[in-house]
């Protein structure tokens, strides 16, 4: 039996405004010494209350517009509630039927529409860390990750294989880059990937079970982990087995997936509208300044530096990989061009040789295509005559070429080439002693 | 006359006039504590010491020039309100050692208008009731006969208030609980506007509905405190953004032209003592000038169902967070009615159940917004009973799962439509229980409640009256 893969993705986002979603706490968490980065609001403490952090919102309301949303005019906060050590109010913050953004897509290079269900904004829970302190055991809670603002971007089970899901990721992650509202690291957990898959004979009938995988850190291993399962199931079905609905983890060093959490039944979060925070609403002028200040995305810019520019596709899209290293390129241009630099030259450049944008200006980019511009030009008589000289040093080279050992020019050419105390242009020396070769 | 039983305004007075000090004031405060607390149980929480400091430090910016609005003013908090330093415990032993490390903004105001806490008041567990016999730290009893209960959820601070153990106190009202207590106590309560005060480090209950307020000797007394506690707070998203206007300017203003609306269904069931108390009190209002209209408004008891299911739902989720992690004890120190009422919100949340209970109360509350909505386009004000009864004796809760919503029955409307209102006493019943006079106003109308209860209180001497302690 063929079986289809049926694939939908959770990510969490999150948003490195300089305060938490709720507080004025620093949403800085990172390596940061554990409960340096509380107060009663984010402890969850008696009386404490949550007052929305606007940039987070418009943040949220962004990346939504960025991948094709409708935006709520009427959204709210609602209050999720579960027990959990790590989460200090007994209920997340989070958004239940009236999710900022709803009804988005990212375009796959295939053609193929990942349709997102909705973006909507929370707030994250704080860590446990489990040591063992003076021999014995112990759960220890940090909470300064406690109300850093999440956004979380729900698709549609549209994927069909990993490689789909990993080319949706890196999309997303561009996104949310070039909005600079993330720095979407995963090793640090700013991006955290939720898969759920199943298998199908029919992929137009979603399967009776769905197994959700956690833990994952990477997008290789996401790769890995769904390859994994897909696997896995394919084999349970083949036995004629049913694979259970559940939670598995993902174990980087075995590579494989391990069970957790068997759901017998779907969790009742006893949603209900958070009483403390207003209904939150946008009118259509609010949702166009917001509109108006998503920057030109990754897919745009590609286009437009093939029209602007006459760059091939596959150059455009690594100089867009980045928004800072897009910017730096543009910049370049505008300078290359008063030096009789073109915009290919400066594209080939950066490409070829690694540039590092974070070290280098654009001023001294195009000054430094300029000089290794200006050394390729070998004066053509002093070429000529290292080209005879190395030609009588090395008869046996010169034999094996005229049979057909094409190795022996390249040798040729650096033998040429180290004759100069200086850089020479190889495409020179290449033309000029194929020339000699071929003429003589 | 004794110290202890100045009101704010002529406390005020005196301390402004050099005739009185602060610490004296203080001192007549704590002594009357003294005598006076062990048989009420008003007070869980005596900061004596740091109230004298304060009062030392109150007296040095007055000899200063200091002039704060509430410069060296005794006065008792409820302990559901956060005292940075001082034990809150919302009379639950879930928080028996909780000292919180910030102030409720309620508390930091009063504080930055130069308040001296005397204490912490007794209260219902987590405001769970209209008695204090849910208080893990057993009930307070009534000023006026210890036999009585003072009601509830502030039941603390109205004994207290009304002992003359402070010169005033803060209550907090989720529906009832400043009106209710203050009527059986015989004093002002004010309940605001929902939003009106911050519930900043208030421990909630029903978060869309607590309101702090004022629980004072006199309605002059509640406009200066109110002056102090209204207003925007950035650390309360659903405090209103509306201008604060000056309560006191307008209390003199003549009730010429002032529409009153009666309703019947607001005196069935209620106690004929009680019925003909109010209603003298309306007269006497027809005879200072204001025009008495009947209204119909939504029968009180749908109010009940809406109040229950909301409330109870938000209480669920708000005692979620002591999970027995952080505060030293465990959930299995909460009491039977904290056990009801998480017991019952769960359930009214559950899936399945949503749609039936929470989402149906609120749109019956929409309901009852509307309504009394229409009732202020002919009226002012609504004049009623706050109870339907006196004091009830102590005990009179136990095994009366639904006490709190039958003695709140007549309050519970305006505070699920979010109004503000506000008890003044009225009359005695035959075995010398205050009775309470309530009176509703739209949105934001405290100033005109305040002009409105100013007058009756002017024209009466109930307020003057002392319990024999």
């Excluded at chain 2, 609120?362 to 004091?391: C, E, N, W, Y």
């Amino acid at each position: 039996m063929k079986y289809t893969p049926i694939i939908g993705l959770e990510v969490h986002v999150e948003l490195k405004t300089s305060s938490k979603m709720f507080c004025r706490c620093s949403a800085d968490y990172f390596g940061k010494e554990p409960n340096t980065h509380t107060c009663p609001v984010c402890l969850g403490m008696p009386g404490a209350l949550p007052v929305p952090n606007k940039k987070a919102i418009e943040w949220c309301v962004k990346i939504a517009l960025s991948l094709g949303c409708t935006i709520n005019k009427e959204s709210k906060f609602d209050r999720k509630n579960y027990y959990y050590p790590d989460l200090a109010k007994g209920y997340q913050i989070s958004q239940y039927d009236q999710p900022f953004g709803e009804h988005g897509h990212i375009s796959l290079k295939s053609g193929k529409a990942i349709r997102i269900r909705r973006v909507h904004m929370e707030e994250d829970t704080g860590k446990l860390i489990h040591q063992t302190i003076d021999g014995e055991k112990a759960s220890l809670i940090d909470f300064n990750r406690s109300g850093v603002p999440l956004v979380e971007i729900v698709t549609e089970p549209d994927f069909s294989s990993a490689e789909e899901v990993k080319e949706y990721l890196q999309k997303l992650q561009l996104v949310v880059r070039y909005l600079e509202v993330s720095n979407a690291d995963m090793e640090k957990g700013d991006m955290r990937l939720e898969p759920n898959i199943s298998l199908s004979t029919d992929p137009k009938q979603l399967p009776k079970y769905k197994v959700e995988v956690k833990n994952i850190n990477s997008f290789r291993f996401v790769e890995k982990a769904i390859n994994f399962e897909i696997k896995r199931q394919e084999d349970l079905l083949t036995k004629g087995k049913t694979p259970q609905q559940e939670t598995r983890g993902w174990d980087e060093n075995k590579g494989v997936t391990f069970s957790q959490r068997v759901k017998e039944e779907a969790n009742d979060y006893r949603y209900f509208p958070e009483p403390d925070i207003p209904p939150i609403t946008f009118t259509d002028a609010e949702i166009s300044t917001l509109r108006s200040r998503v920057p030109e995305l990754q897919e745009e810019k590609i286009l437009r530096f093939g029209r602007e520019f006459s760059l091939a596709p596959y150059d455009a899209e690594i100089l867009t990989r980045d928004r800072s290293l897009a910017n730096f390129f543009e910049e370049s241009v505008k300078v290359g061009k008063a030096h009789g630099i073109n915009p290919k030259q400066i594209a080939n450049y950066i490409i070829n040789k690694k540039v590092d944008t974070s070290t280098q200006l654009p001023a001294s980019l195009v000054k430094n295509i300029v000089i290794a511009t200006q050394t390729t030009q070998v004066d053509e008589t002093e070429l000529q005559k290292i080209i005879d000289d190395v030609l009588t040093e090395n008869t046996k080279a010169v034999e094996d070429f005229k049979n057909g050992k094409e190795a022996s020019l390249m040798f040729l050419v650096g033998q040429i080439m180290r004759k100069f105390d200086k850089k020479v242009d190889v495409n020179q020396v290449k033309d000029a002693l194929l020339h000699k070769l071929h003429g003589n | 006359m004794d110290l202890y039983s100045l009101s704010i305004t002529e406390s005020l007075e005196k301390l402004k006039q050099k005739k009185l000090s602060s610490v004296e004031l203080t001192t007549a405060c704590l002594n009357r504590i003294k005598k006076t607390n062990k048989a009420l149980n008003a007070l869980i929480t005596v900061t004596d010491e740091a109230a004298l400091d304060a009062a030392k430090h109150a007296d040095l910016l007055r000899a200063q020039g200091e002039n704060l609005p509430l410069l060296g003013i005794p006065m008792v908090i409820k302990d559901n309100f956060c005292t940075k330093g001082v034990r809150t415990t919302a009379s639950s032993k879930v928080l028996d050692n909780f000292i919180p490390p910030y102030n409720a903004t309620v508390t930091e105001r009063l504080l930055q208008a130069g308040i001296v806490m005397l204490g912490k008041a007794n209260m219902d567990a987590w405001a769970h009731g209209s008695s204090t016999e849910t208080s893990d730290y057993g009930p307070s009893k009534n000023p006026w006969n210890k036999g009585y209960l003072p009601g509830g959820s502030s039941g603390g601070t109205a004994a207290s208030v009304a002992a003359d153990q402070a010169i005033g106190g803060i209550g907090s009202e989720t529906a009832g609980s400043i009106r209710q207590p203050a009527s059986w106590c015989g004093i002002v309560g004010l309940k605001p506007t929902y939003g009106r005060v911050s519930r900043y480090g208030v421990i909630a209950m029903g978060s869309s509905l607590d309101s702090p307020g004022p629980m004072t000797k006199t309605v002059s007394d509640s406009a200066l405190v109110l002056q102090v506690l209204a207003g925007k707070d950035p650390l309360d998203a659903t405090s209103l953004p509306h201008e604060v206007p000056n309560y006191s300017q307008s209390r003199e203003n003549p009730l010429a032209g002032v529409k009153i609306g009666i309703s019947d269904d607001y005196f069935e069931g209620v106690d004929k003592e009680v019925v003909s108390a109010v209603t003298a009190a309306i007269k006497e209002y027809e005879k200072l000038g204001a025009t008495i209209k009947k209204i119909k408004l939504f029968q009180p008891k749908y109010a009940i169902a809406v109040y229950t299911i909301l409330q109870r739902s938000e209480v669920s989720s708000n005692l979620a967070r002591y999970d027995g992690i952080r505060y030293g004890y465990g959930r299995d120190r909460f009491g039977d009615e904290a056990k009801r009422r998480i017991m019952l919100g769960t359930f009214t949340l559950s899936a399945g159940y949503y749609d039936a209970y929470y989402k149906k109360a609120l749109q019956v509350r929409t309901l009852i917004i509307d309504d009394f909505k229409r009732a202020f386009q002919d009226v002012d004000v609504i004049m009623g009973p706050t109870s339907p009864s006196t004091a009830l004796p102590l005990g009179s809760s136990k095994n009366h799962p639904m006490f709190g919503e039958m003695a709140d029955v007549l309050v519970e409307p305006s505070s699920i439509a979010g109004l503000p209102g506000i008890n003044i006493p009225c009359g005695f019943s035959k075995n010398n229980l205050p009775i309470g006079l309530q009176i509703i106003g739209p949105k934001l109308s405290e100033q005109k409640l305040i002009n409105i209860a100013y007058k009756f209180e002017k024209a009466t001497d109930y307020h003057t009256k002392k319990p024999s302690l």
